[in-house]
C-alpha cells in the first residue's frame, strides 16, 4: 500500500451523489488514519461534508460563479485555483465525479497519481486511471468502493459520515412540536430534478391519506421550487391537512428534518438519499433511471422500480406517453412503507 499524506477527492455536486461518495471518504479515512484529506466541493454542497476525522480541509470550486466570468476572468479564476492546489502538494487524487470539469481540476492540482471509477466520462479518462472493480456493474456506491479498495483493504459495512447536526436538530424538533407534530412523521417529497422522475400528485396525495388513517402526521418538503407542487397535493390530500415544510430547510435543516422522520417517501432525489444516510427508513420510487444502480442504499431503503417495458431510459423528458411513473402503484408504495415501519418502528418527535 503506497503511503499517502495528502489526498484530494473531487465530488463537487449534486446532493445525492456526494451522499453516495460519503462511505468512500469512510473507506478511505480507515485505510489512510493519518493522511490528510481534502474535498474539492461547490458551495452549495459543503454543509453535506463532515469535518474532521473525516475531511480535513474543504477546496471549494465556484462552479456557477465561472461560467458567468469573461474568458478571461475564468482563465484568471483557474490559474489561482491552480495556485491553491498546488500548494497542498496532494500525491493522490481520487476523482469521483468523472467528468471534464473534475479531469481539469485534477491536471491542475499538480498530482501525478490520479484515480477515478471506472465510468469516466468526457475524456476524463484521457488524464486519470479508470478503476474497475468486482462492482462495476453494481450499485454506484459499491463502484466508488471499488476505487478505494483498490488502495487498501477496508472493512465491508457500508456507513455514512455526516456532520455534526445535534444542534440543528433539536431545533428542529422543537420547530416541529411547535406545529403541533409530535407524534410519528412521514415525509414525502414530490419533487425532483427531472420531470420523468415525479410521481403524479394524486398518488401521493392517496397515499398520505392512508398514512394519516394509520396514524402518522404527514408533511410535503422539498426546495423553493417544489412549492406549487406541494400545494396540489395538499389541496388533493383534503380533508386531511399536510404540513407544507418545502422551502423552509437549508442542507443542515433538511438533515436534521429527515433524520427525526419515522419514514420518507418519494421520487428519486436528494433528500431520500439524506434520510438513509441519516438512517430514516426509505422508499424512493423510479421510472426513467435506475434503481439498483443509484437507488438509496441501506438496511432500510426500499427502491421501487415502475414495470413499465421502456424503463429505464435515462430521459429527462418523455419522448412517448410518460407511463412509467404512473405504473407504480400507491399500494405498493404504502405497503412497503408498512412494511419498513414494522421494521424501524414508528418514533415521536
Known amino acids: 500500500m ?11 455536486s449534486a446532493m445525492g451523489d456526494i451522499i453516495h461518495a460519503l462511505p468512500s471518504l469512510a473507506a478511505l479515512r480507515e485505510i489512510f488514519p493519518e493522511s490528510r484529506i481534502s474535498w474539492l466541493v461547490e458551495p452549495q ?32 479564476y483557474l490559474w489561482q485555483l491552480r495556485k491553491e492546489l498546488h500548494a497542498r502538494e496532494f500525491d493522490l487524487v481520487i476523482d469521483l465525479q468523472g467528468l ?11 498530482c501525478r497519481r490520479r484515480i477515478g471509477y471506472w465510468e469516466l466520462r468526457e475524456g476524463s479518462s484521457l488524464v486519470t486511471k479508470a ?15 471499488d476505487v478505494i479498495r483498490y488502495l487498501g483493504p477496508t472493512t465491508a459495512q457500508v456507513r455514512y459520515p455526516l456532520p455534526d447536526f ?37 398518488k401521493y396525495a392517496a397515499l398520505s391519506k392512508k398514512l394519516a388513517a394509520d396514524g402518522l402526521t404527514v408533511a410535503v418538503g422539498g426546495g423553493p421550487g417544489d412549492s406549487a407542487l406541494a400545494q396540489e397535493v395538499i389541496a388533493l390530500s383534503r380533508p386531511v391537512g399536510l404540513t407544507d415544510l418545502t422551502g423552509k430547510t437549508g442542507l443542515t435543516d433538511l438533515m436534521a428534518l429527515v433524520s427525526l422522520a419515522s419514514l420518507a417517501l418519494g421520487s428519486d432525489s436528494g433528500p431520500l438519499h439524506m434520510a438513509t444516510a441519516t438512517g430514516t427508513p426509505t422508499v424512493s420510487l423510479f421510472g426513467p433511471n435506475d434503481g439498483n444502480r443509484t437507488g438509496t442504499y441501506g438496511p432500510l431503503s426500499r427502491n421501487i422500480s415502475s414495470p413499465a417495458p ?30 419498513l415501519l414494522a421494521l424501524a418502528k414508528p418514533r415521536p418527535i
Not at 454543509?47 to 484568471?76: A, C, H, T
Not at 481539469?104 to 492540482?109: C, D, E, G, K, Q
Open 310 to 339: 421502456c424503463s429505464p431510459c435515462f430521459k429527462r423528458k418523455c419522448p412517448k406517453s410518460f407511463i412509467c411513473m404512473d405504473m407504480i402503484g400507491v399500494d405498493q408504495v404504502y405497503g412497503t412503507g408498512r412494511e
Open 2 to 12: 503506497s503511503d499517502h499524506k495528502r489526498i484530494l477527492v473531487i465530488k463537487m
Open 45 to 76: 454542497f459543503a454543509d453535506l461534508l463532515p469535518g474532521p476525522p473525516y475531511v480535513d480541509d474543504l477546496v471549494i470550486f465556484y462552479k456557477n460563479d465561472l461560467k458567468k466570468k469573461s474568458l478571461g476572468d475564468k482563465i484568471k
Open 100 to 110: 471534464m470539469k473534475s479531469a481539469l481540476i485534477s491536471v491542475l492540482s499538480g
Open 166 to 202: 445535534t444542534g440543528p436538530r433539536e431545533k428542529m424538533a422543537q420547530n416541529l412540536r411547535g406545529l403541533g407534530i409530535e407524534g410519528p412523521l412521514a415525509l414525502i417529497f414530490p419533487g425532483a430534478s427531472w420531470e420523468t422522475k415525479r410521481w403524479p400528485p394524486g
Open 131 to 145: 478503476i474497475k472493480g468486482p462492482n462495476a456493474k453494481g450499485h454506484i456506491i459499491e463502484r466508488y468502493l
